[in-house]
């Protein structure tokens, strides 16, 4: 079974993007303050088979993410089921510790995942657990970038095209992130660079 547990402070509306596209028995977890209570009803619809659960947190710095982690560690601790995965849905990459935390543990790699949305908000056609997509996150987050910037370096590899001959496509995608970051894009270029064949 999945778990996803969603930093709603963090996320919004957004992190619940393919909520209504699960079809496998799964629970979801929306962790909430009184600072961030408001969730249109049109977003929680879901298939029969997904539990949602909302846990209202005390406002306060870095609450809710203390709480999370918390809950996640309940999580784990009572499942003995080797197949459970669990996702923590945010942009925070201070979540990346805790994530290897689990994985080092179970020694299963994507024990404890992190997306910034249910449906990682990948397009449809992109697996958000292919090769390309896990390498470039994983690539990057030494970095300390943020999920939104992960992001749109993943889709800028996914989306340009690999048929550019002139410039050609590492250039054109070392040229966008140069564009958006500035000189240290280089260096993230860097980092991905044997990925993108």
């Known amino acids: ?3 996803y547990l969603i930093d709603y402070e963090n996320v919004g509306e957004a992190g619940l993007n393919g909520l209504a ?3 496998e028995p799964c629970v979801v977890y929306i ?3 009184k600072n961030a209570n408001r969730i249109g ?4 619809l879901c298939s029969e088979s ?5 846990i209202l947190t005390m406002p306060g710095h870095q609450e809710l993410d203390k709480h999370l982690v918390s809950y996640l560690g309940y999580l784990i601790g009572g499942n003995t089921n080797n197949t459970d995965r669990y996702f923590i849905v945010s942009k925070d990459l201070g979540y990346n510790n805790i994530k290897n935390f689990w994985n080092s543990k179970t020694q299963q790699p994507d024990f404890v995942r992190q997306t910034i949305n249910i449906a990682g908000d990948l397009p449809n056609n992109i697996s958000p657990n292919s090769a390309l997509v896990n390498g470039i996150y994983s690539s990057l987050e030494p970095f300390g970038l943020n999920m939104e910037e992960i992001k749109f370096i993943v889709l800028l590899a996914l989306n340009t ?3 550019n001959v002139n410039p050609p496509y590492k250039t054109l995608v ?3 992130i140069v564009s958006k970051f500035g000189m240290i894009g280089q260096k993230y270029f860097a980092a991905i660079k044997a990925l993108l064949e």
């Open 1 to 3: 079974m999945n778990y």
């Open 21 to 23: 596209s699960l079809a």
């Open 31 to 33: 962790f909430f303050t």
């Open 41 to 44: 009803m049109e977003n929680l």
């Open 50 to 54: 997904v539990q949602v659960r909302f």
């Open 161 to 163: 095209s690999k048929k």
């Open 174 to 176: 070392h040229n966008g």
